[in-house]
T-cell receptor
């Protein structure tokens, strides 16, 4: 039982490049989330998926797209990376009304 | 606006000492309050979760309190250890029609020195 896994752990992109961050959970949770964490700020919700087949915008969705591929996997895509998207990205999952479990994070730098 | 404020921003204590971290919130309607521990370079890990009717909840050397009337919570760490060095994040869950929305505090960075 690995919990929530994320790939890659680190990534450096040039402005304008695209990439997809991958997230998978093995806890059979319905809800999955993408957050970003910046220095001096609390985690901010980018997108979430309450169940397979649905996705909704969070607090800071601009510049991102998501795909809930199946119940296990929830990916985050940056179509044209910008320096403002330099951040640490966390994926999380939640079952029912229980707590959220976070992945180890992806540290992204956009130059 | 729903907000979660934590204090202090950072704290340095000697190993073996106790400390208390504070969390004030203005989230409404309230669903629950959680404390997370985040080690450097890792994702947050849940320590406690409390609903409206719970005043105190413990997890080993960690004890969280909640005063829903004053909208305040605290996290008390007893007999601190070097491994307690981390960021502690207070998270308040807002009950809404879509489910629940989490409002994150900015965290308190705790450093425990020997």
């Amino acid at each position: 039982n690995a919990g929530v896994t994320q790939t890659p752990k680190f990534q450096v992109l040039k402005t304008g490049q695209s990439m997809t961050l991958q997230c998978a959970q093995d806890m059979n949770h319905n809800s999955m989330y993408w957050y970003r964490q910046d220095p001096g700020m609390g985690l901010r919700l980018i997108y979430y998926s309450a169940s397979e087949g649905t996705t909704d915008k969070g607090e800071v969705p601009n510049g991102y797209n998501v795909s809930r591929l199946n119940k296990r996997e929830f990916s985050l895509r940056l179509e044209s990376a910008a320096p403002s998207q330099t951040s640490v990205y966390f994926c999380a999952s939640k079952g029912g009304v229980g707590e959220q479990y976070f992945g180890p994070g992806t540290r992204l730098t956009v130059t | 606006k729903n907000q979660v404020e934590q204090s202090p921003q950072s704290l340095i204590i000697l190993e073996g000492k106790n400390c208390t971290l504070q969390c004030n919130y203005t989230v409404s309607p309230f669903s629950n309050l959680r404390w997370y521990k985040q080690d450097t370079g890792r994702g947050p890990v849940s320590l406690t979760i409390m609903t409206f009717s719970e005043n105190t909840k413990s997890n080993g050397r960690y004890t969280a309190t909640l005063d829903a009337d004053t909208k305040q919570s605290s996290l008390h760490i007893t007999a601190s250890q070097l491994s307690d060095s981390a960021s502690y994040i207070c998270v308040v869950s807002e009950a809404n029609q879509a489910g629940t929305a989490l409002i994150f505090g900015k965290g308190t960075t705790l450093s425990v020195s020997s």
